[in-house]
């Protein structure tokens, strides 16, 4: 529409329905392209390109996740061992502190059994000489 000649309402109208109606000859002549056996063989290629594609993405996802699920058990069994190494050692540790403690038990125990002897003998000693006093 040229700005500088004054146009009217039918005018307008006019240009409208020119360009509505060369848009559909050109959208009619696109499809006409695309239903051709050219255009449709190009689409069935693309389309067998798209789902070789899919396919890869879906091996390569399927390849990851099986490393994923591979280093996930590694990792659980590393952490089994751990858990089992760790308790082995408080096992050994506490056994350790058992017999420790029952040895020095058995210490101040023949300690006391010592002191207890002597004490004995000096107040048995003690009775004696009192004895013999008499």
């Known amino acids: 529409m040229n700005r500088y000649r004054k146009t009217g309402f039918a005018d307008r109208l006019s240009d409208a329905a020119d360009a509505k109606k060369t848009q559909l000859e050109r959208a009619a002549g696109v499809r006409a392209v695309a239903d051709t056996p050219a255009a449709v063989e190009r689409r069935a290629a693309r389309e067998a390109i798209s789902v070789a594609r899919d396919g890869r993405i879906a091996e390569r996802t399927a390849i990851k996740l099986a490393m994923e699920v591979g280093q996930a058990t590694a990792l659980a069994a590393a952490q089994v061992a751990d858990a089992a190494a760790r308790q082995a050692r408080l096992r050994a540790e506490q056994e350790a502190s058992d017999i420790e403690?029952?040895?020095?038990?058995?210490?101040?125990a023949a300690v006391d059994a010592e002191r207890q002897t002597t004490r004995d003998a000096r107040y048995a000693a003690r009775k004696a000489r009192r004895r013999q006093g008499r």
């Open 101 to 108: 403690f029952d040895e020095r038990i058995a210490r101040e």
